[in-house]
């Protein structure tokens, strides 16, 4: 999890409210993701950033928008959470695409969140 | 489009005995292929990858995998499996656009003394 931060670590929220969470990095990367993994479910991606202020809807975006106004940090945001958004989300980030070479993912160590 | 299909949620073995976790792919361009490992209560951490040239790739503590372009699959394996190995093991493809990685539904892997 070296370079990445995720906050809050754990939330617990009522349905109808608005929720932000942070990924913050120091490894300059310009890529950064934010996937949701539930059980049967695996990992599936939400949004996706390739610079700031470039960002892209991922398999499972509705009800969820995304920020990257700094390098260093890609903002989630549930506008008004539902108890199908309870998960728990990982951002992930990465220095080039795939589509040059095998690069890697390295992931932060994840948000669970809880909407009642 | 791409996808991965892990073949069985759940995988037991007992210490010492080989470890077989299988990952088919579908990709209409050619595959970069990864296997990542989850602990309990962690992110994922990268096991092993596949990019082009030597099919079979050796990873971190012991484990390979093969890429099969005839079959599809992605195979993890480990001679011999230790406790410390417990956790869920994620296949995952890299996507058409070459921006983001599509995962499996994961393995949960158990090991008995």
């Known amino acids: 999890d070296a370079g990445i931060t995720q906050s809050p670590r754990h939330k617990v929220t009522e349905t109808g409210t608005p929720v932000t969470l942070r990924c913050h990095q120091t490894e300059n990367h310009r890529y950064m993701y934010w996937y949701r993994q539930d059980p049967g479910h695996g990992l599936r991606l939400i949004h996706y950033s390739y610079g700031v202020k470039d960002t892209d809807k991922g398999e499972v975006s509705d009800g969820y928008s995304v920020s990257r106004s700094k390098t260093e940090d890609f903002l989630l945001t549930l506008e008004s959470a539902t108890s199908s958004q309870t998960s728990v989300y990982f951002c992930?980030?990465?220095?080039?695409?795939?589509?040059?070479?095998?690069?890697?993912?390295?992931f932060g160590a994840g948000s669970r969140l809880t909407v009642l | 489009a791409q996808s991965v299909t892990q073949l069985g949620s759940h995988v037991s073995v007992s210490e010492g005995a080989l470890v077989l976790l299988r990952c088919n792919y579908s990709?209409?361009?050619?595959?970069?292929l990864f296997w990542y490992v989850q602990y309990p209560n962690q992110g994922l951490q990268l096991l092993l990858k596949y990019t082009t040239g030597a099919t079979l790739v050796k990873g971190i503590n012991g484990f390979e995998a093969e890429f099969k372009k005839s079959e599809t699959s992605f195979h993890l394996t480990k001679p011999s499996a230790h406790m410390s190995d417990a956790a869920e093991y994620f296949c995952?493809?890299?996507?058409?656009?070459?921006?983001?990685?599509?995962f499996g539904k994961g393995t949960t892997l158990s090991v008995s003394s």
């Open positions: 992930a980030i990465s220095d080039k695409g795939f589509s040059s070479g095998a690069n890697v993912l390295t």
């Open positions: 990709s209409s361009v050619p595959p970069y």
């Open positions: 995952a493809v890299s996507d058409q656009a070459g921006t983001a990685l599509i």
